[in-house]
């Protein structure tokens, strides 16, 4: 066997999981998605998904990369030769959102400058579109924010592949040291700052209000399954890189609670924060929340760069702790992504780790640069759906499918975590990935393809 890299200590590998998931899913993807599907009754389904689908899928990556001490791909085919294939699908699903998930971050990079002075202005929309994206300019009359953008993306790119350079325990360990309680910290004055403006209480009930006749729809499933595969990095190779990491002697079902709570912690954190500013702008403008919610680009770069232009006091200063913890969000998932790739390349053509991550996130790096031009915006809205409609949720289907009923490995994988671990797995753990969870999402898919198609 050769000498694999690992982490330093438990305390890093957990971080680096976290680190993984926790990332703008929680912040801008949660609220929006759990206030549209029910609010308060929307934890229903959501904690049914984390209980017998996230945290079991969880374990069940962690195992796979901890028993088969591979890359996603390696690890598969020393699973089975016949699943490599798996792996690398999961690596490339990686590589796509890799590409743009690069570009979101940089324009919170550039946005947490901005914030500074408000530099956005009072229509903060036609500024993202016409004056930063430049949306509405023709073709190759680009001024300079497109530097506006190519720098700050640049750096993402210096960082995240700098990290991956220096390897596994004293780059993307040292990283998610610093960054996921710099994070924790930054989020938590911005939360608090946030449910202590005016409105905000309002803000927090419309957010809370339960709406059970939502609970038997199943488009609401969908929605919680699709956050929590999401928010928790599963199926995209990463986890199951991560714990190939990890030192033989090491626990996997507690740090699969520990990873899972933690990341559903952060999100409803930043679902309270989220809908508190809401609240206050709602407040402000003489008008009802419902009307104010919004996700993804638009609160980020729309509704956020409003909400603190009226902040009372500090407006500059709480602007830029919430563009820089987007940015620590947006590295620490980024670099995870990255490092599917890196390994995947790594371990199948024999390279060094400095060659794949010349390679691979090379690549990656200036096919980004595409989605930084005025076509880029498309693109990325593309991808996103795309991924999110069919690679995430589909490649965690398969994925259990494979691994409970072809190879039919479950039974090894619960004695493999169950050795190492404090939490002892039961039957339970089989019949939520063998039974539940692929009737669930095959019902769930099912759905989708004829929404889709018809
Ligand atoms: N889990 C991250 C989030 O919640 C997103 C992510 C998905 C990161 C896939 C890496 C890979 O934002
Ligand atoms: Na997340």
């Not at 956020?304 to 940015?327: D, H, K, T, Y």
């Not at 880029?376 to 691994?403: H, K, P, R, T």
């Amino acid at each position: 066997m050769e000498n694999r890299a690992q982490w330093g200590t438990r305390a890093g590998f957990i971080l680096a999981a976290v680190g993984s998931a926790i990332g703008l899913g929680n912040i801008w993807r949660f609220p929006a998605v759990a206030y549209e599907n029910g609010g308060g009754a929307f934890f229903i389904p959501y904690l049914f998904a984390l209980l017998t689908a996230g945290i079991p899928l969880l374990v069940m990556e962690f195992t796979l990369g901890h028993k088969y001490r591979g890359s996603a791909p390696l690890s598969f085919f020393r699973m089975n030769k016949k699943t490599e294939w798996l792996g690398w699908w999961a690596v490339l699903v990686s590589f796509v959102i890799s590409t743009y998930y690069a570009v979101i971050i940089a324009w919170a990079i550039r946005y947490s400058f901005f914030s500074i002075n408000l530099s956005w202005g009072e229509d903060t929309e036609s500024f993202l579109f016409n004056d930063f994206l430049q949306l509405t300019v023709t073709p190759g009359q680009t001024g300079n924010m497109v530097m506006g953008i190519l720098i700050p993306l640049v750096i993402v790119w210096v960082i995240t592949l700098g990290v991956l350079f220096a390897g596994v325990k004293k780059g993307i360990e040292t990283a998610n040291k610093i960054f996921i309680p710099t994070l924790v910290v930054l989020f938590l004055i911005i939360v608090i700052r946030a449910i202590t403006l005016p409105g905000a209480a309002q803000g927090l009930q419309t957010f809370f209000a339960p709406d059970f006749s939502q609970i038997m729809n199943p488009s609401v499933w969908v929605a919680a399954y699709g956050q929590i595969f999401f928010s928790l990095s599963i199926a995209f190779a990463i986890m199951i890189t991560y714990s190939s990491y990890l030192p033989k002697k090491s626990d996997i079902t507690n740090n699969a609670f520990i990873t899972g709570f933690s990341n559903s912690s952060f999100e409803l954190l930043a679902g309270i924060g989220v809908f508190g500013a809401l609240g206050f702008m709602a407040q402000q403008n003489g008008v009802g929340v419902e009307e104010v919610v919004s996700g993804g680009v638009g609160l980020a770069f729309v509704v956020f760069p409003q909400i603190i232009n009226e902040f009372p006091a500090l407006s500059g200063l709480f602007g830029f702790l919430f563009f820089m913890s987007l940015v620590l969000a947006g590295l620490s998932s980024l670099i995870s992504i990255s490092e599917t790739y890196v390994a995947g390349i790594k371990e199948k053509f024999g390279l060094s780790r400095k060659a794949a991550v010349a390679a691979g996130g090379g690549l990656a790096a200036v096919i980004s640069l595409l989605f930084a031009t005025q076509g880029g915006l498309f693109f990325l809205d593309a991808a996103d759906y795309f991924i999110n409609q069919f690679g995430v949720a589909f490649v965690g289907l398969v994925e259990v499918v494979v691994i409970a009923w072809f190879v039919r490995k479950l039974g090894d994988f619960q004695n493999h975590a169950n050795g190492v671990s404090d939490l002892h797995l039961g039957g339970w753990w089989k019949v939520c990935l063998g039974v539940i969870t692929p009737i669930v999402l095959g019902i769930m898919m099912f759905q989708l393809f004829t929404k889709n198609l018809f």
